[in-house]
């Protein structure tokens, strides 16, 4: 049986094959037309030779689409063949009936679908191209896909805490903060089991991520952004996803700890504020406007809506939580 991008390219390969078929009838028409009719053959060639080259101009930008994603997902060598023949043929139909200009446009827009799809085969959105990029990715991406994309996201989260737990502890941060932190870590142990058995993947193992900041402040700030804003954001589309859908049980279990996972991010702020630096630091924090889950339920501008209104909240709680308190009267 063979795979989907095998089978994109195949139909890709024979798409851009029909072009080159319609010019070449085009052609062999008009060659072996009488001189007096040979006009009004050109005529008439005229419709589908234009209707090949819209078609050839399209199946550049998706036949490139197919070889990248083939690529990405490191398919058969047999898939990538056809995807590049698919390319090449497409290129050339085109050539052949339209002028450079119009080539020109269509490698730009060729390039950019490259781009797009690289970012959207990367994984969980929360770049420039997040909009864009995370479109491509709910059009290229499995559902399989997506849960085993958590799953990986939700091992790399235990290793966090547990980093976080020790700086934390280093500073002499309450014991029972730091008690939560792990019990967090604990949390997102079962996510990824949970969302492992979801992709039918055996459970992935906590990845190590990039080594935590041991000073208070930057530490105080990833909080800020990865704990308040990240995991409430993460915690509404949850929300939203188990209310539309299946694994609603699951999902809504997954929701509820990450919030309560922002819940413990305000109380870390509440303790550290008041620690040297940190205030100044999370003043000066600028949190990201755009950031996007791989979600085939709740799409891209569904969730931008809702992220900025999670991050307005956020704002808000941050300004009252470093506002001076006012000073008695009298």
């Avoid at 072996?32 to 009719?37: G, Q, W």
């Amino acid at each position: 049986m063979q795979r989907p991008a095998s089978r994109l390219a195949v139909i890709a390969v024979v798409l851009s094959a029909l072009p080159l078929l319609v010019y070449a009838a085009c052609i062999g028409a008009i060659a072996v037309s009488p001189d007096d009719l040979r006009w009004t053959v050109a005529g008439v060639s005229f419709v589908p030779w234009t209707a090949s080259t819209l078609l050839s101009l399209v199946l550049v930008v998706v036949s490139t689409v197919v070889l990248v994603r083939a690529v990405a997902r490191r398919r058969s060598s047999r898939g990538r063949l056809l995807a590049v023949v698919a390319t090449a043929m497409s290129l050339v139909g085109a050539a052949c009936g339209t002028t450079p200009l119009v080539l020109l446009v269509a490698g730009v827009a060729a390039g950019i679908a490259i781009l797009v799809t690289m970012v959207a085969a990367a994984g969980p959105m929360g770049r420039p191209l997040g909009p864009v990029a995370a479109g491509w990715h709910l059009l290229l991406a499995s559902e399989d896909r997506i849960w085993r994309a958590r799953a990986e996201d939700e091992a790399r989260s235990v290793h966090a805490f547990d980093a976080i737990a020790e700086v934390l502890a280093a500073h002499g941060a309450p014991a029972d903060l730091v008690d939560r932190v792990h019990v967090a870590s604990a949390d997102e142990d079962r996510h990824a089991v949970l969302t492992a058995e979801l992709a039918g993947i055996g459970t992935p193992r906590p990845l190590r991520t990039d080594a935590r900041p041991s000073d208070l402040p930057t530490l105080m700030v990833d909080t800020l952004v990865d704990g308040c804003l990240g995991e409430a954001f993460a915690a509404a589309v949850l929300a939203l996803e188990a209310e539309e859908g299946a694994q609603g049980e699951v999902l809504a279990s997954i929701a509820a700890d990450e919030a309560g996972h922002a819940a413990l991010g305000w109380d870390l702020l509440r303790w550290g504020v008041d620690q040297p630096g940190v205030r100044e630091a999370l003043a000066a924090a600028r949190l990201p406007r755009v950031s996007l889950t791989p979600s085939r339920r709740i799409g891209p501008w569904r969730q931008l809506a809702l992220h900025r209104t999670v991050r307005r909240a956020v704002v808000a709680r941050r300004d009252a939580l470093l506002a001076p308190e006012p000073r008695p009267v009298g």
